[in-house]
């Protein structure tokens, strides 16, 4: 068996355009499909994998460990750029698919699940409307209330918000102020037993973060994601080790050794790899080793498309480390059209059952695929009161 062609089609889902990757064999109707969206990147991407395409055409597609390693270290440059690893998580997952599809057992089976019934699901605040849950400001606690509402409204348990503004490296006490009451808003909407988590999208600086983190932690929040930049391990150290509530981080991270640095310093209890971004499937059963190892729970990052939506949960169906599944499913009213997935979710408790279908359990409609054409991304900025650029 043969690689004979990598493809990608970009898929224009309004905040991102999704990179879905097709990897193409010699057996008639064996395709693999792997997603590689990297908001604000799109053509980067695209390029990555062309250039990388031709390292494995002619190659044996079910070799995947050996196509990831040279994927990884050929051509002297290391793929742990976010755009290299990337690059190499889309063609993983695709390796992976035509691997469950030659197997005829879905990805869960063949890495030697399931390891639990169901996958529980969380959404953002809107669902993944970008209005709602990006540009909600923090001092607006009703429309906190009302989305955590209408969230649980829709069978969630759990959801994640942005209830922290963004600040200068070191402010007072009125941005704290601001996120403890949208957060004390959303816990009266939807009572003590929903799960509330808050992203502050790594905007803070270390000791803002540990601030908002202190003035949260009585809410009982099921994490604190992203408190601080994620290079600035000791920070998220100080802060992990200075809270009740556990702190997540991990969707910048790209590598199995910086991921060692994270978990060495217990800067997470949560580790929120991100499949598409960490070099792929392969790369993300052995950083699941190694959080394993530490006792650091695992809830990938997956704002993404439906390919990575499948690969976290054939993920999460196989790691015993697995809590949570992150999802979006109103980004786009035409999610469904573009994919068929074998999972089912149910609409009480979001909760997911296992994929029944080979592989990764998807088929991408492509037809549907190429009524949203590539375009440029809405740009988004960030700054703060000063004027000067923040984080987004
Ligand atoms: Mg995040």
Redesign the pocket.
């Known amino acids: 068996m043969k690689i004979t062609a990598i493809e990608t089609l970009v898929c224009h889902a309004r905040m991102r355009n999704w990179v879905f990757v097709k990897v193409v064999t010699d057996q008639p109707g064996l395709i693999g499909w792997g997603e590689a969206t990297l908001e604000w990147h799109t053509r980067s991407i695209v390029g990555a994998i062309e250039d990388m395409s031709h390292l494995l055409i002619g190659e044996d597609p079910t070799r995947v460990e050996y196509l990831w390693q040279m994927m990884y270290r050929q051509h002297f440059w290391h793929g742990h750029g976010i755009v290299r690893a990337t690059a190499i998580a889309g063609i993983d997952l695709a390796l992976w698919d035509i691997v469950g599809k030659v197997a005829n057992m879905p990805l869960s089976k063949v890495f030697g699940g399931p390891v639990r019934d169901f996958v529980r699901t969380y959404c953002h605040l809107g669902g993944g409307k970008m209005e709602d849950f990006y540009q909600t400001p923090a001092d607006n606690a009703k429309r906190f209330a009302e989305l955590a509402q209408a969230a649980v409204a829709d069978g969630y348990t759990a959801f994640k918000s942005m209830a922290v503004p963004s600040t200068m490296p070191i402010e007072g006490q009125k941005p704290v102020r601001a996120a403890a009451a949208a957060v004390a808003a959303m816990r009266e909407a939807v009572g003590p037993d929903i799960d509330i988590m808050v ?1 502050c ?1 790594a905007r803070p600086s270390p000791a803002m973060g540990l601030k908002f983190g202190k003035a949260l932690d009585d809410f009982g929040l099921y994490f604190f ?2 408190p601080c930049w994620p290079e600035c391990v000791d920070g998220l150290a100080r802060i992990n080790a200075a809270l009740t509530t556990p702190v997540a981080s991990g ?1 910048r991270v790209t590598h199995l050794e910086a991921f060692k640095d994270l978990f060495e310093k217990r800067a997470v209890e949560i580790c ?1 790899l991100d499949i598409t971004h960490c070099g792929g499937l392969s790369a993300a059963k052995r950083i699941a080793a190694l959080a394993e190892a530490h006792r650091i729970s695992l809830a990938p ?1 997956n704002p993404q498309g439906p390919v990575s939506t499948a690969a976290s949960l054939e993920f999460g169906f196989s790691q015993p480390s697995y809590i949570i599944c992150e999802t979006v499913h109103n980004d786009v009213p035409w999610r469904q059209d573009v994919v068929e997935e074998g999972f089912t979710v149910e609409k009480k408790g979001r909760i997911v059952r296992p994929n029944t279908k080979p592989g990764l359990g998807i088929t991408i409609n492509e037809a549907e695929v190429k009524k949203h054409p590539f375009q440029q991304e809405i740009v988004l900025r960030e700054f703060g009161s000063d004027g000067g650029v923040t984080d987004w």
Do not use: L, N, V
């Open positions: 992203d999208h994601e992203e969707e929120q990052h």
